[in-house]
């Protein structure tokens, strides 16, 4: 499949954005999509997951509460939702997917997007 991202940028602190994949190719399969992100020096990270269906759900402890991952399996399209933003949470954002259950490693997943920054100050 390929993975288009969008929706990053800058904000303050305590702001919200919301970031988009669009999700084409192969979407016949049951998928697990994910956010990860990965901020300079530091290894990339997974964020929040989803599976087909939009359950289950799994979060990072760092953005349980804070993060909402959803998918539209319509429109082939995931989304992150991203509230009370940190200056922590500045990284780039990348979309990822795999056939089959979720995965926190980032070497389970086949498929990337290009990654969408995320800034916040």
């Known amino acids: 499949v390929q993975l288009v991202e969008s929706g990053g940028g800058s904000v303050q602190a305590g702001g919200s954005l919301r970031l988009s994949c669009k999700v084409s190719?192969?979407?016949?399969?049951?998928?697990?999509m994910a956010w990860f992100r990965q901020a300079p020096g530091k290894e990339r990270e997974a964020v929040a997951m989803i599976y087909t269906g939009g359950t289950p759900t799994y979060y990072a402890d760092s953005v349980k509460g804070r993060f909402t991952i959803s998918r539209d399996d319509a429109k082939n399209a995931v989304y992150l939702q991203m509230n009370s933003l940190k200056v922590e949470d500045t990284a780039m954002y990348y979309c990822?997917?795999?056939?089959?259950?979720?995965?926190?490693?980032?070497?389970?997943?086949?498929?990337w997007g290009q990654g969408t920054q995320v800034t916040v100050s």
């Open positions: 990822a997917a795999r056939p089959g259950p979720c995965a926190w490693q980032s070497g389970a997943y086949m498929s």
């Open positions: 190719g192969d979407t016949d399969r049951h998928y697990c």
